[in-house]
Structures are given as structure tokens and as C-alpha cells.
């Protein structure tokens, strides 16, 4: 069966520190990986996606995250986190299905906290 | 980049009733998408909007729940029909566009 996971429900760090939320997928073929932030009463928003090519990826806001095919994960990171990036995040796996449309899996979310 | 708004934002209602949302993008897209959201918690695809056609829905939703209409390519609405407690949720309006996935800002639904 197709999943994703997103292992930590919250990932608390001070802000000025590194940050990572973690992603693991397991779909078949190949997949496109997307990030997304939430904040409070607002939708979604698109951060950073890998679709081919380099496997460290740049989005908005300053995140980046890697793309690691062996351990099919797809990481969240920031080298200095701020407050304002207390949000939830939701990593988002792509497969094309049969039909030649996308079929998405969203994970389950991670809160995100960064205290000052 | 697509901008999405939708209507209305929230609503109570009451049991048995049915709700009309209104999802609208400033530009032509490829595909819509309704999702459903808890609180805090992940989303869940309701079905993809095909325009000119009849919604793809997802495991365990079905049309006579959740009815779709795509006229057009900026345009989709959502009906949640014969509403129950369960159905209080957000529910959320999503567009494809150059291979970039954009929200709207969700219509937080509950029913009493």
C-alpha cells in the first residue's frame, strides 16, 4: 500500500538552531515530493518540491530539503530556525496512476514549535 | 501562481441539511481538487473535479454524498448533502497549475 509518514507529531527547537521534520514515503514509481506550510486558520502553502534533478532542493522562506532515493525519505530543513515558522507541516508524495493523473498522499502532519 | 477563494469561509449547520461551497480561481487550471481536513490534521482527497465530466471520487466518498460540479476551468463547487456531525470539518479547494499544487483558504463546516 501506498504511504506516507511523518514519524514526529512535534518538533520543538529554539529558535537560532537548525531544524529538520522528518519524511518517509513508500509508493511504487517514481514520486513527486512536495512540502507544505499551515498556519493558524490559513491554508495551505506551498514550500519547496523535488520533481527530477538535484537532490537538495530550495523553497521559499529558506527551507531546503533532500531527497534521498535509498532511504525514500524526503526531509524538511532550516539552518536557523524563527519563530515565525511555528506552523504544521504537511509532506505531500505524487504518483502518476494508471489513468495518467496524480494520486496524492498526504502525511499526517507535524507541528512545528520554535520558542524564543 | 493560481489564488483561490472560496464560499463560504465557515457555516453552521443543521443535521440533514445540505451545504453548496463555491470554489473560484483566478485563472484557467488544469485539475481541482476537494479535500477534507480535521482540525490539526491531515487532509484527505475527496475527489478530483474534471471539467465537463463526472467528479473522481476517492475511497469512501461517493457523488450522492458529496456531489461535485466543474463547469468551467476556473470554477468547481462542492455539495455536502444530508450533513451529520461527522461531516464537521474543513473543507478545502485545491487547483494544479504548472505542476504546483495552491489551496484555497478553506470552508470550516460544522454541523450541529
Known amino acids: 500500500a501506498q504511504s506516507v509518514a511523518q514519524p514526529e507529531d512535534q518538533v520543538n527547537v529554539a529558535e537560532g538552531n537548525p531544524l529538520t521534520v522528518k519524511c518517509t514515503y513508500s509508493v511504487s514509481g517514481n514520486p513527486y515530493l512536495f512540502w507544505y506550510v499551515q498556519y493558524p486558520n490559513r491554508g495551505l502553502q506551498f514550500l519547496l518540491k523535488?520533481?527530477?534533478?538535484?537532490?537538495l532542493v530550495k523553497g521559499s522562506y529558506g527551507f531546503e530539503a533532500e531527497f534521498n532515493k535509498s532511504q525514500t525519505s524526503f526531509h524538511l530543513m532550516k539552518p536557523s530556525a524563527l519563530v515565525s515558522d511555528s506552523a504544521l507541516y504537511f509532506c505531500d508524495v505524487r504518483v502518476m496512476s494508471q489513468n495518467n493523473f496524480n494520486k496524492f498522499y498526504f502525511g499526517s502532519g507535524t507541528k512545528l514549535n520554535v520558542k524564543p | 501562481s493560481a489564488v483561490i477563494s472560496q464560499k463560504p469561509s465557515r457555516d453552521i449547520c443543521q443535521r440533514g441539511t445540505s451545504l453548496t461551497i463555491q470554489c473560484q480561481v483566478d485563472?484557467?487550471?488544469?485539475?481541482m481538487f476537494w479535500y477534507r481536513q480535521q482540525p490539526g490534521q491531515s487532509l484527505t482527497l475527496i475527489a478530483t473535479a474534471n471539467q465537463g465530466s463526472e467528479a473522481t471520487y476517492e475511497s469512501g466518498f461517493v457523488i450522492d454524498k458529496f456531489p461535485i460540479s466543474r463547469p468551467n476551468l476556473t470554477f468547481s463547487t462542492l455539495t455536502v448533502s444530508n450533513m451529520s456531525p461527522e461531516d464537521s470539518s474543513i473543507y478545502l479547494c485545491?487547483?494544479?497549475?504548472?505542476?504546483?499544487?495552491?489551496f484555497g483558504p478553506g470552508t470550516r463546516l460544522t454541523v450541529l
Open positions: 523535488y520533481i527530477t534533478g538535484d537532490n
Open positions: 485545491s487547483a494544479l497549475q504548472a505542476r504546483r499544487q495552491f
Open positions: 485563472s484557467q487550471v488544469t485539475m
